[in-house]
C-alpha cells in the first residue's frame, strides 16, 4: 500500500482513499479512549427555541450538558447550506496540490489553513494518537486577523459565504451569551463583557470514512478554550458529548445550531456552568463534515469568576487567568479532556 505524505504531514483524506483496510498504528487510540459505539441511546441533548425566552431551560442545559441545539436561531438555513457545500467542495473537489496551496503551519497551533492534526504530541501530553480528521481553519475576526486571501478562491462564492458566516455566528454568539448570562443571575451582557472582542475561527473539520472506527476517533477528546462554540454539521452524526461519565451520541438535527459552553464561560459563572467535553467518532460508509465557530477572548485578557455570584457560601472555585496563558498550557499539554481547566480549580 502507498500512503501520500503530503509536506512531510499526511493527510488523512489521502490514507482514506488509498483503500487500506486497517489504519496505521499511528490512529490507534489506547483502549480506554476507544469510541463507545452505542452511549446511552435514552439521553438526548435539550433543544432551546431561541424565540421563546425560556431561561430556565437554558440554565438546565447549560447545568447538566454544557451543550444544545439552538433553533429560531435568525441564521437563514440558506447560509448555512452554502458554507457547508463550500466547504465540502474544497476537500472534495480541489485537487490536493491545489489544497495544499493552503497547508497551515504543522509547528505552529492553530494556524489558519489545511491541516491534518489537532496538536503536535509533545512530551507533556500523553495523548499522541493523531486524529482521523482533516481541516481548514479560518482566522475570521477581529477583522485585522483576517485575509480571505489565505481561504480557498474555489468555488467562487467561498470567501463571501465564509464572511457572511461569521458575521452571522458572531451575533448569535452574542445572543446566545446573553441569554447565558441572565440564566445564571447576571446582566446580560456580563459574560460578553468579561469576554471583551470576539476572537473568532471558523474551523471545517472533515472525517473521511475509517476502515476501523472502534480503534480511532476523528477528534479526541476536549472542551473547548475560549467563551463559546458554534457548531453545524451534515446528518451524517459522530459528535459525542460527555454527559456525568457517560458519552451521549448528538443527532444531526436540521437547520440547528450546536452550542457548546467553552473554558472560560465555565470560569466566569464560577463552575455553576462546566464547559462541555466532547469528541467525534468516525464510520467506515460515510465521510462527514462539521464546522465549529470559536470565540475567544484576546490574549491578553485576565479572565476570573464573576464577583456577583461569588460569597461566602459560594467562593471563588477558579485562579484568574490570562487567556494567552491558558492557550499556551492547553497546546503544551494537550486537552485530554478537561484537564486545563481542572488545573485552574482552587483548593475548597
Ligand atoms: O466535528 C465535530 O462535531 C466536533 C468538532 C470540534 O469539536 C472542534 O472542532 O473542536
Redesign the pocket.
Known amino acids: 500500500m502507498e500512503v501520500s505524505d503530503e509536506g512531510n504531514v499526511t493527510r488523512v483524506q489521502s490514507l482514506a482513499q488509498s483503500g487500506l483496510s486497517r489504519v496505521p498504528p499511528q490512529y490507534i487510540q489506547p483502549p480506554q479512549t476507544r469510541p463507545v459505539r452505542q452511549p446511552d441511546p435514552t439521553q438526548t441533548l435539550p433543544v432551546i427555541d431561541l424565540s421563546s425566552f425560556d431561561l430556565a431551560a437554558v440554565a438546565h442545559a447549560c447545568r447538566h450538558w454544557g451543550a444544545f441545539h439552538v433553533t429560531n436561531h435568525g441564521v437563514p438555513p440558506s447560509l448555512l447550506a452554502a458554507l457547508r457545500r463550500a466547504a465540502l467542495s474544497f476537500f472534495i473537489d480541489t485537487p490536493m496540490p491545489e489544497k495544499l496551496r493552503y497547508a497551515c503551519s504543522p509547528a505552529a497551533p492553530a494556524s489558519e489553513g489545511y491541516g491534518s492534526k489537532m496538536l503536535a504530541s509533545t512530551s507533556e501530553s500523553s495523548s499522541t494518537a493523531l486524529d482521523w480528521?482533516d481541516?481548514f481553519d479560518h482566522h475570521t475576526l477581529p477583522l485585522s486577523r483576517r485575509n480571505p486571501l489565505r481561504w480557498p478562491e474555489f468555488p467562487p462564492e467561498y470567501r463571501e459565504t465564509v464572511a457572511r458566516y461569521s458575521e452571522e455566528m458572531k451575533g448569535l454568539a452574542q445572543k446566545v451569551l446573553g441569554v447565558i448570562s441572565e440564566s445564571v443571575g447576571l446582566r446580560a451582557s456580563r459574560i460578553e463583557d468579561a469576554v471583551g472582542e470576539f476572537y473568532q475561527n471558523v474551523?471545517v473539520?472533515y472525517?473521511p470514512p475509517c476502515p476501523e472506527p472502534d480503534l480511532t476517533l476523528?477528534?479526541q477528546s476536549?472542551s473547548?478554550m475560549g467563551a463559546i462554540?458554534l457548531?453545524i454539521?451534515d446528518d451524517v452524526g459522530?459528535?459525542q458529548v460527555l454527559k456525568g461519565d457517560t458519552w451521549v451520541n448528538?443527532q444531526p438535527l436540521q437547520d440547528a445550531v450546536l452550542v457548546?459552553l467553552a473554558d472560560q464561560t465555565e470560569i466566569i459563572t464560577n463552575g455553576k456552568y462546566r464547559s462541555c467535553e466532547?469528541?467525534?467518532i468516525t464510520n467506515p460508509d460515510r465521510a462527514?463534515l462539521?464546522v465549529?465557530t470559536?470565540h475567544d477572548p484576546a490574549k491578553t485578557v485576565k479572565i476570573s469568576p464573576a464577583s456577583e455570584l461569588i460569597n461566602e457560601s459560594s467562593p471563588a472555585k477558579y485562579r484568574d487567568v490570562v487567556y494567552g496563558d491558558y492557550v499556551l498550557s492547553w497546546y503544551t499539554k494537550g486537552p485530554e479532556g478537561k484537564r486545563n481547566i481542572d488545573a485552574l480549580v482552587l483548593d475548597s
Do not use: K, N
Open positions: 480528521r481541516y474551523t473539520s472525517y476523528g477528534l476536549h473547548d462554540t457548531l454539521q459522530g459528535l448528538v457548546l466532547h469528541r467525534a462527514r462539521s465549529a470559536f
